[in-house]
């Protein structure tokens, strides 16, 4: 059996397989608000045969996005648009998941393909809307970024309060998982990182202290949205830093998370940074953050999703045959592919009448692949079919 087309299920929601577009932000919304790109760009995916499609971090409060070109759902008129895009991938047959993240030190940055820094002058002159962004403590994210505003308690509150009514509007949304970002730098995970949290208070030092706010922001959240409904969280396994978050502590954490009704632990790694630090340990490949969600699946005993570099139908099959995770997400590589589900269907011989393709492509690849298998070849091989079909 092919475990990458097992169906499984969180809390009864069933994903026909086990391959997840992972959150990836495009910078590309009005005002925190769906544009027709995000319709067409996220529906291609379902399109494409992926059982679950996460919509991009979104930001729980207009002050907290990465960019001015973030999604967010801070206001109810937000929720329509986003509407439109769960529909969308339904109609394709494929589950809706959502990020909810605010960016903390990281917030009020340049959108990324303007080149992921500080906000220039020449950005705010075009209209680009600049704040002082919030963290655990006053300290900058890196050389040019502005210096933060330590929250307060009562700053603290209403982030966890935006964070429950985000995760409601995502229900009213039509989403089927809702996902919290505790990864990468920003506001939560922040929280957790002694490369950032330099607080005095019960929310600083140790790292029950350290683990108190997010643990507390996912408890409000489990609360507040339906018990069939799943929610995940994403983590920085490890900060790849010295002195900064581990996989010992990611694993303790998953324990935590497990304990208030998480379903399950999407691993990823990195996106902390601290002065005059590096993260020369870092030595990106294939599969190298597989290790994270191996080790946090197998001692937190909680399902996990493994994430990054992963790009063949059969490496992404060893990890699962191997059970070192759960789910599979892909970010660059469905970029690069959005049909990447079906054409590892294909390969894997799983789609032999293209029933799974959309109806409108189905009749042409049942047509030209027919006589690609007469060759025995099949559909990934596309000079040949390029060579059929002149």
Not at 39 to 61: P, R
Not at 113 to 123: E, H, Q, W
Not at 265 to 275: I, Q
Not at 373 to 382: D, F, I, P, T, Y
Request: overall charge neutral; glycine content about 12%.
């Amino acid at each position: 059996m092919v475990k990458l087309f097992e169906k499984v299920s969180f809390r009864g929601v069933e994903l026909k397989n086990r391959i997840v577009v992972s959150p990836m932000g495009m910078y590309s919304a009005h005002n925190g608000c769906v544009t027709p790109f995000h319709v067409v760009h996220y529906g291609k995916f379902a399109q494409g045969g992926a059982g679950l499609v996460f919509i991009e971090q979104t930001s729980v409060v207009r002050k907290g996005r990465i960019s001015n070109g973030d999604l967010g759902l801070w206001e109810d008129a937000q929720i329509e648009g986003m509407r439109q895009i769960t529909q969308v991938i339904r109609q394709h047959g494929a589950k809706a998941a959502i990020q909810l993240g605010h960016g903390g030190r990281k917030a009020g940055q340049q959108r990324a393909f303007r080149g992921n820094g500080p906000l220039s002058d020449r950005d705010i002159e075009n209209g680009e809307e600049t704040w002082v962004p919030v963290g655990p403590s006053a300290a900058t994210f890196s050389d040019g970024y502005r210096t933060p505003t330590a929250l307060s308690h009562d700053g603290m509150a209403g982030v966890k309060d935006a964070f429950v009514a985000a995760a409601k509007r995502s229900v009213l949304a039509g989403f089927d998982i809702v996902e919290l970002h505790m990864a990468h730098g920003y506001l939560l995970q922040t929280f957790l990182s002694p490369l950032a949290n330099f607080r005095e208070d019960e929310y600083g030092g140790s790292l029950e202290s350290r683990m108190r706010f997010p643990l507390e922001v996912t408890r409000a959240v489990r609360a507040a949205i339906p018990a069939s409904m799943p929610l995940f969280v994403r983590i920085s396994a490890v900060d790849w830093i010295e002195g900064g978050w581990e996989i010992e502590d990611s694993v303790i954490f998953a324990r935590e998370l497990k304990a208030l009704g998480v379903d399950l632990v999407d691993c990823s790694t990195g996106g902390n940074m601290r002065a005059g630090a590096t993260n020369a340990s870092l030595a990106r490949g294939p599969g190298y953050q597989v290790p994270f969600a191996d080790r946090v699946r197998r001692e937190a005993a909680i399902p996990t999703g493994a994430v990054g570099m992963i790009r063949t139908p059969d490496h992404a099959e060893q990890i699962l045959q191997e059970d070192r995770a759960d789910l599979i997400f892909l970010g660059r590589q469905m970029l690069f592919n959005p049909y990447w589900a079906l054409h590892a269907a294909e390969h894997f011989g799983l789609s032999g009448k293209f029933e799974d393709w959309p109806e409108q492509y189905g009749w042409w690849l049942t047509k030209w692949g027919a006589a690609l298998r007469a060759e025995g070849k099949h559909l990934l091989e596309w000079d040949s079919l390029t060579k059929v079909a002149r």
